[in-house]
T-cell receptor, first 119, second 112 residues
Framework: EVRLVESGGGLLQPGGSLRLSCAVS????????MTWVRQAPGKGLECVAH????????YYVDSVEGRFTISRDNAKNSLFLQMDSLRVEDTAVYYC????WGAGMVDFWGQGTLVTVSS | DVVMTQSPLSLPVTLGQPASISCRSS???????????LHWFQQRPGQSPRRLIY???NRDSGVPDRFSGSGSGTDFTLKISRVEAEDVGVYYC?????????FGQGTKVEIK
């Protein structure tokens, strides 16, 4: 059974840092691009970051470029999102998703982890 | 960024009746490999998104055949032939041709 389980969300103040994790099982992690997608409360979906199977290519949406870092550990079947200099507008549920071909075809999603940035 | 525009944003439907959602992109979604990277996702209340259709018209495993996708270039459509109660939720189109991938605003399907 394919599983993606996010963790690491929480409440913090603007300017703070947080590291999200996504533990996967049930498939060969190193065969897939991986993506972080977020959803602000009551809003739509936004792709935040994307990483190639071997970690050699990483892409970020402009609003998080320079503040967020996506990484992965294929030996531990884990995906990460290091979030620094957090802003109120980063408040959202963060989902990890797998994508076999790197073209937005995210076919499995985790349950999400909530990040709340508030003073 | 590529802008994805969905319509309508709200779609009340009678059970058993058809429903149609339009999605337009501000740029062509056709890649040099000949594929068009336009996908559809369903998000039921309180759940994570679920992919229904990939590359315009390919239905995912386990997705009922009442769901179908069509279109080309910049104009796309998701159709539900006969809406069932379990279809309630928000539907998003998403382009995977140009980074950052972008979603439409979402169309909320509800039962009349």
């Amino acid at each position: 059974e394919v599983r993606l389980v996010e963790s690491g969300g929480g409440l913090l103040q603007p300017g703070g840092s947080l590291r999200l994790s996504c533990a996967v099982s049930g498939f060969t992690f190193s065969d897939y691009w991986m993506t972080w997608v977020r959803q602000a409360p009551g809003k739509g979906l936004e792709c935040v970051a994307h990483i190639k199977q071997d970690g050699t290519e990483k892409y970020y949406v402009d609003s998080v470029e320079g503040r967020f870092t996506i990484s992965r550990d294929n030996a531990k079947n884990s995906l990460f999102l290091q979030m620094d200099s957090l802003r109120v507008e980063d408040t959202a549920v963060y989902y990890c998703g797998r994508d076999r071909w790197g073209a937005g075809m995210v076919d499995f999603w985790g349950q999400g982890t909530l990040v709340t940035v508030s003073s | 960024d590529v802008v994805m525009t969905q319509s309508p944003l709200s779609l009340p439907v009678t059970l058993g009746q058809p429903a149609s959602i339009s999605c337009r992109s501000s740029q062509s979604l056709v890649y040099s490999d000949g594929n068009t990277y336009l996908h559809w996702f369903q998000q039921r209340p309180g759940q994570s998104p679920r992919r229904l259709i990939y590359k315009v018209s390919n239905r995912d495993s386990g997705v009922p055949d009442r769901f179908s996708g069509s279109g080309s270039g910049t104009d796309f459509t998701l159709k539900i032939s006969r809406v069932e109660a379990e279809d309630v939720g928000v539907y998003y189109c998403m382009q995977g041709r140009h980074w950052p991938w972008t979603f439409g605003q979402g169309t909320k399907v509800e039962i009349k």
